[in-house]
């Protein structure tokens, strides 16, 4: 999304170099038999891909978020190939678009594979909804003269107005509006719709199978992002999720987590909202955040940089809007 891709790319300014090769997606890992992991990316002067999630079945690939950029989805394309099997089934978590601009790619590949998500996308896509508003930023950003825009950012902003140019492709082919257990593709699969916590309704979903959760952004590292969230009720979500008899928990951004891994994030995302709703000083906030979290950045610099920089970011946006997204549907 432009405004989170803004937000990295203000972060991520003091190391951002133009790239002199193609980046790659990091190569696919087996999370458990059947499951398959192409983790997202979140390179310097670049918006975010989330991670995406592949479930075998037996009439093909179940895709769980297809990210931002071309290199994501061509490694989810060049592992349908390897495999021999075609994508017989889309999942979109949430419409930001760092989990669901390659949709569009993986549908002209496999147009029989339908898109399962809410109908959340259709309030943004509305005039003045969310993904308009920022369209029309970038369009006037990119039309100015003037405007002091990286090479980076000039390519970032690009691939968000191609995205936009065919949005169709973000709108679900089968509405899921209902928790319920379905067979996709021939797989079961437990899917769980939240009530407006990061967007006004996400997906997440429970293997049985193998007790696994994908989460999407209900759990991101190294913050959580709160552009379209509404906080109390994200905390609510995160509190069902623990409810579920899951073994590991694959979140948005970050690597997959134990169940005590997730409840050590869940009770520093409850520690920061109550912070924020204080009167402590953002700063206060950020660092007792990147506390909380620290056994998740302990090997990344850049993870330990940028935790406290946005988390004192959301501060500030979160207090000036009540405590919420002014996007929030509740």
């Given at each position: 999304?432009?405004?989170?891709?803004?937000?990295a790319?203000?972060?991520a300014?003091?190391?951002?170099?133009?790239?002199?090769?193609?980046?790659?997606a990091?190569?696919?890992?087996?999370?458990?038999?059947?499951?398959?992991?192409?983790?997202g990316?979140?390179?310097?002067?670049?918006?975010?891909?989330?991670?995406?999630?592949?479930?075998?079945?037996?009439?093909?690939?179940?895709?769980?978020?297809?990210?931002?950029?071309?290199?994501h989805s061509d490694?989810?394309?060049?592992?349908?190939?390897?495999?021999?099997?075609?994508?017989?089934?889309?999942?979109?978590?949430?419409?930001?678009?760092d989990?669901?601009s390659?949709?569009?790619?993986?549908k002209?590949?496999?147009?029989?594979a339908?898109?399962?998500a809410?109908?959340?996308?259709?309030?943004?896509?509305?005039p003045?909804g969310?993904l308009i508003?920022?369209?029309?930023?970038?369009n006037?950003?990119?039309s100015?003269?003037?405007?002091?825009i990286?090479?980076?950012?000039?390519?970032?902003?690009?691939?968000?107005?191609?995205?936009?140019a065919?949005?169709?492709?973000?709108?679900?082919?089968?509405?899921?509006d209902?928790?319920?257990?379905?067979?996709?593709?021939?797989?079961?699969?437990d899917?769980?719709v939240t009530?407006?916590?990061?967007?006004?309704?996400?997906?997440?979903?429970?293997?049985?199978?193998?007790?696994?959760?994908?989460?999407?952004?209900?759990?991101?590292?190294?913050?959580?992002?709160?552009?379209?969230?509404?906080?109390?009720?994200?905390?609510?979500?995160?509190?069902?999720?623990?409810?579920?008899?899951?073994r590991?928990?694959?979140?948005?951004?970050?690597?997959?987590?134990?169940?005590?891994?997730?409840?050590?994030?869940?009770?520093?995302?409850?520690?920061f909202?109550a912070?924020?709703?204080?009167?402590?000083?953002?700063?206060?906030c950020?660092?007792?955040?990147?506390?909380?979290?620290?056994?998740?950045?302990a090997?990344?610099?850049?993870?330990?940089?940028?935790?406290?920089?946005?988390?004192?970011?959301?501060?500030?946006f979160?207090?000036?809007?009540?405590?919420?997204?002014?996007d929030?549907a509740?």
């Amino acid at each position: 999304m432009f405004a989170a891709l803004t937000l990295a790319a203000a972060l991520a300014a003091a190391d951002q170099a133009a790239p002199d090769v193609r980046p790659e997606a990091p190569p696919p890992r087996e999370i458990a038999s059947g499951v398959t992991l192409i983790p997202g990316g979140f390179l310097p002067g670049r918006g975010p891909d989330g991670n995406t999630v592949i479930f075998d079945a037996p009439d093909g690939l179940v895709v769980v978020d297809t990210g931002r950029h071309a290199w994501h989805s061509d490694a989810i394309l060049a592992l349908a190939r390897q495999r021999g099997r075609p994508i017989a089934a889309i999942l979109n978590t949430h419409w930001h678009l760092d989990h669901a601009s390659g949709n569009g790619r993986l549908k002209t590949a496999f147009p029989n594979a339908p898109l399962y998500a809410t109908n959340a996308v259709d309030r943004v896509l509305a005039p003045g909804g969310f993904l308009i508003r920022n369209l029309d930023g970038a369009n006037a950003a990119l039309s100015d003269p003037h405007a002091q825009i990286g090479l980076l950012q000039r390519e970032e902003m690009q691939i968000f107005i191609d995205t936009m140019a065919e949005s169709s492709a973000l709108r679900p082919d089968i509405v899921i509006d209902r928790s319920q257990r379905l067979r996709i593709a021939g797989r079961r699969l437990d899917l769980r719709v939240t009530d407006a916590a990061v967007t006004e309704a996400d997906l997440w979903l429970y293997d049985r199978r193998t007790r696994i959760a994908v989460l999407g952004d209900l759990v991101t590292l190294p913050a959580p992002f709160f552009e379209t969230a509404c906080p109390d009720h994200w905390r609510a979500a995160l509190d069902e999720v623990w409810s579920t008899d899951f073994r590991i928990a694959i979140p948005g951004h970050g690597e997959p987590m134990t169940r005590a891994q997730f409840n050590t994030w869940r009770t520093a995302y409850a520690a920061f909202i109550a912070c924020v709703a204080s009167d402590a000083e953002p700063s206060a906030c950020a660092s007792a955040w990147s506390a909380g979290i620290a056994e998740f950045t302990a090997a990344d610099p850049r993870a330990q940089r940028m935790a406290p920089q946005m988390a004192e970011y959301y501060v500030g946006f979160l207090r000036q809007n009540g405590g919420r997204s002014p996007d929030c549907a509740r």
